[in-house]
Every structure is written in C-alpha cells, then in structure tokens.
C-alpha cells in the first residue's frame, strides 16, 4: 500500500488547504498568501469577523494572566493587535517579542506599532515558530493567535513553545475550530466558502488567498485533538474555551 504522506519522489506531503503539497512547498505557500493580504490584513480581519476578532483577543489578554515585568512573546504576531496590549500589560520593566515568520507582516505590524508610540519595551523578531531562535525558560507567556493552522508541523511548534517558555509559563493558542453545533456548522460553510473569498477578491482583489484561509480553518486539528497535542508536547492543566458557538476556541496550557 502506498503511504498516503509521501509524494511520487517519496518526499513526505502535508496539506496547504485542501491541496496536497511537499512538505518543503507549504511555508512558500503560506508565505505568498501573507505577502499578498498582509497590507489590508486589519480591514479584512474586521470585515470578516464583524469585529468579533477584538474580542477573541480581549479574552486572550484576560486569560493569559501577564502582569507588569513580564516577558511575552505572540508568535504569528502579524500586525500587533496583542502586542500592543501586551506593551501597556508588561510596563517599561517588561518585555514583549513580537515575532512573525512573514516578513510583509512583520512590516506591517512594527510600522503599525512605532507609528502609534509602541516603543522601548517591544523588539520584532522574524521567526519560525517550529524553531523559536530563543533561549530556554525564557518567557513568561507565549501566545499565537490565529497563525497555529499554518504551520507545518504543529507538534514540533508546540514543543518549541513549550522549552521557550519559564516553569509556571503559560501558551494560549487563539484558533479558528470546530463549530459546536449543526446549525451554526452550515452557516458557517455557507459562509466561508461564499463570503469570504468574495471580499478577498472586492477588497483586496485576492479571492484565492482567502479560499485557502476557509480551508486551513477546516484542516486544522478541533479542540479536543488540539487539547491532546498540546498535553502530549508537555504541557500540564490544558483547558479550552469555545467562543462563537466553537468557531474560535482559546487553548491554554501551562508548563510544569
């Protein structure tokens, strides 16, 4: 029997999507996707959340627990929304990493932040979340919001926040999920797979990106698989909260 992971030259295969691709093709993928909605990344995330998006995030602030001279790093940082609470949290004896795999994106969200007086406490890191180019036991808190679904390997992410981050160290993961109930479940498909790739193509004249974003959400783990992954990488007291009837969950886990 053929292994369903591995292409005809035998180089191991994961999803972009729902296409199949090399593994050593998806992060140029998903690059090129940032790339291009990267300047209308903030007007789109309004657009197709209602604004819904700034509460998920309050909620992730709440829940994260940061306090003044904390060290804080959001991962998939894009264009700061939780980098700049972050700031105003940690206070000029703190510190927050704001790190993006994207380089577009991390433009945006440094000019984004500098233009509005966000200085002196925060550095701007590109990075593979994979691979966190930081030391051991160094952080407080990590958070990574809405950028899980596009990394390539998901456990080896999570185990990298997990040696990055203090004993007692919290990662809360804001994600697209699994609606909870059937109703919602059809509304949403309808949605998503109609609405969204429409305003990708009005507004930012990309339909194509915003396709891919509707099927990354429907290929990422669901909660409970998350939750798994999350207590086999090592983390201690995993809980999850559903938000919007499921279609956003915030997992969080602590590091013994």
């Known amino acids: 029997m053929n292994d369903p992971r591995k292409g005809s030259d035998a180089e191991p295969t994961t999803h972009f999507g729902y296409k199949t691709v090399a593994e050593s093709q998806k992060a140029e993928k998903v690059a090129e996707v940032f790339h291009s909605v990267a300047a209308k990344y903030d007007l789109m995330n309004d657009v197709l959340s209602g604004g819904m998006h700034r509460l998920w995030k309050r909620f992730t602030i709440e829940l994260s627990g940061v306090r003044t001279g904390n060290r804080v790093l959001d991962i998939a940082g894009g264009t700061g929304d939780l980098a700049k609470k972050f700031s105003h949290l940690v206070g000029p004896t703190g510190e927050v990493v704001l790190a993006d795999i994207n380089a577009s994106m991390l433009k945006v969200g440094r000019d984004r932040l500098l233009d509005r007086g966000v200085a002196g406490n925060i550095k701007f890191v590109q990075a593979d979340a994979e691979k966190l180019p930081f030391p051991d036991n160094h952080f407080d808190c990590v958070t990574i919001a809405f950028g899980l679904r596009n990394v390539t390997h998901k456990e080896d992410a999570i185990r990298s926040m997990l040696r990055v981050l203090k004993p007692g160290g919290r990662l809360l993961v804001l994600e697209f999920s699994k609606p909870t109930n059937k109703v ?54 995993v809980t999850y909260h559903n938000m919007t009837s499921g279609i956003v969950a915030l997992h969080r886990g602590i590091k013994p």
């Open 184 to 237: 919602m479940s059809k509304v949403y498909d309808a949605y998503s797979f109609a609405f969204m790739p429409l305003a990708g193509k009005l507004i930012t004249n990309d339909s194509e990106s915003y396709r891919y974003l509707a099927e990354s959400i429907r290929m990422h783990p669901d909660q409970e698989t998350l939750k798994s992954m999350m207590v086999e990488a090592g983390f201690d007291r």
